[in-house]
């Protein structure tokens, strides 16, 4: 009876011990503890509360902050509207905020398009220094930053986008030194915080000081103009004209909004017309000035070529794209990567091919007064 018994408790204790191994392959079978494979990746995002494969950063719309100077100026108005279109060309979006040269107000902007995960900060500063520090908050935040037109100072920028701004001053001394190769020159300068404004003028005297060297050209006034608003032009034209008697030959200013309160000065003393004066950013006021006589030339950046670059390039750096910058320049801490877009000097002979051609003003708008 014994021997009965133990042998049925052997069988039960088999029975008990498959029992157990066929639970044990099961469960390896459909994911238990026991399987040794990994999940799978739509696993991973479910359960750990990310994101799936099809909503992945690579899919997500790249959202661009655009952090403005000023929208006070036509040339401006026209960046942001070229560059919001661009942008959104490329199936990105973009935010725009413009402080109108205030260097407290762009920061406080710019820190708000950081705090809204903007994947890229593009910024035309007012202040070259002082947005130095929304560079550091920026990378901090893991988001890169683009200087647009205007170079951001001793900060580690990742890239710049611009035209030649030296060569702007360039063309500009070359066309009136064309016209009026000795005499007395006046010099109205942009912004002194506006790095673009220092390159200009260096442009300008690059080709000025052989010709003073020389003797055959004397600055008689060189200024610049804070903010580059046009009443402080008018007034350092105003001085300039005191102090020379109305004696002078020739007026480069930096910009054409400059240029018109030149003219409204020298309007003032009967000279409008009778001296060459250069501006640069083929403003619409400034071609038609053009047309009529009393400026004598512009330099044409056209806009519609930067902003698509600068669109193209942040648009392909938020997407952790090389940006194929084709020069460095130094910003007082770092040799930046560039692109530098060549700029067109323009005169009464041929706006038609440049501005007009380009759809950059009408010819309605331009010939206003009739040919």
């Given amino acids: 009876m014994m021997s009965v018994r133990r042998a049925y408790g052997a069988v039960l204790a088999l029975m008990l011990a498959l029992a157990c191994i066929v639970a044990a392959c099961e469960g390896k079978g459909n994911g238990g503890a026991g399987d040794a494979s990994p999940p799978s990746s739509s696993t991973v995002a479910d359960s750990g509360g990310g994101l799936a494969p099809e909503d992945s950063a690579a899919n997500r719309k790249i959202k661009v902050g655009f952090s403005m100077d000023t929208l006070l100026e036509e040339r401006w108005l026209k960046d942001r509207d070229l560059f919001k279109q661009a942008v959104e060309a490329l199936g990105a979006e973009v935010s725009v905020?413009?402080?109108?040269?205030?260097?407290?107000?762009?920061?406080?902007?710019?820190?708000?398009?950081?705090?809204?995960?903007?994947?890229?900060?593009?910024?035309?500063?007012?202040?070259?220094?002082?947005?130095?520090?929304?560079?550091k908050k920026a990378h901090s935040s893991g988001i890169k930053v683009m200087s647009y037109d205007r170079l951001i100072k001793n900060a580690d920028i990742d890239l710049y986008v611009s035209f030649d701004n030296e060569k702007v001053g360039e063309l500009q001394a070359q066309a009136i030194t064309k016209l009026v190769p000795k005499g007395k020159y006046v010099y109205?300068?942009?912004?002194?915080?506006?790095?673009?404004?220092?390159?200009?003028?260096?442009?300008?005297?690059?080709?000025?000081?052989?010709?003073?060297?020389?003797?055959?050209?004397t600055v008689v006034y060189d200024q610049w103009t804070k903010d580059w608003t046009p009443v402080n032009a008018l007034a350092n034209m105003k001085a300039a004209l005191e102090a020379n008697g109305n004696r002078i030959d020739a007026v480069i200013a930096a910009n054409d909004a400059t240029a018109g309160s030149v003219i409204q000065a020298l309007a003032e003393q009967g000279l409008?017309?009778?001296?060459?004066?250069?501006?640069?950013?083929?403003?619409?006021?400034?071609?038609?000035?053009?047309?009529?006589?009393?400026?004598?030339?512009?330099?044409?950046?056209?806009?519609?070529?930067?902003?698509?670059?600068?669109?193209?390039?942040?648009?392909?750096?938020?997407?952790?794209?090389?940006?194929?910058?084709?020069?460095?320049?130094?910003?007082?801490?770092?040799?930046?990567?560039?692109?530098?877009?060549?700029p067109i000097a323009v005169d009464r002979s041929n706006i038609d091919e440049t501005i007009i051609a380009d759809g950059f003003h009408s010819r309605e708008d331009v010939y206003r007064a009739g040919e």
Avoid: W
């Fill in 188 to 217: 109205i300068g942009g912004a002194d915080t506006d790095n673009n404004a220092h390159l200009f003028k260096k442009g300008v005297f690059n080709v000025l000081q052989p010709l003073i060297d020389k003797g055959d050209i």
């Fill in 97 to 135: 905020l413009a402080a109108n040269g205030d260097d407290a107000k762009q920061i406080e902007q710019a820190e708000t398009l950081i705090g809204q995960g903007v994947d890229i900060l593009v910024v035309v500063p007012h202040d070259a220094e002082a947005m130095a520090a929304i560079v």
């Fill in 272 to 342: 409008a017309g009778r001296i060459p004066v250069a501006g640069q950013d083929a403003e619409l006021a400034g071609v038609q000035r053009i047309v009529e006589g009393t400026q004598t030339m512009t330099v044409y950046k056209p806009i519609q070529a930067l902003a698509d670059k600068a669109a193209e390039l942040a648009v392909g750096i938020a997407k952790g794209e090389r940006a194929g910058a084709d020069r460095k320049i130094n910003n007082g801490k770092v040799e930046v990567p560039s692109v530098l877009l060549p």
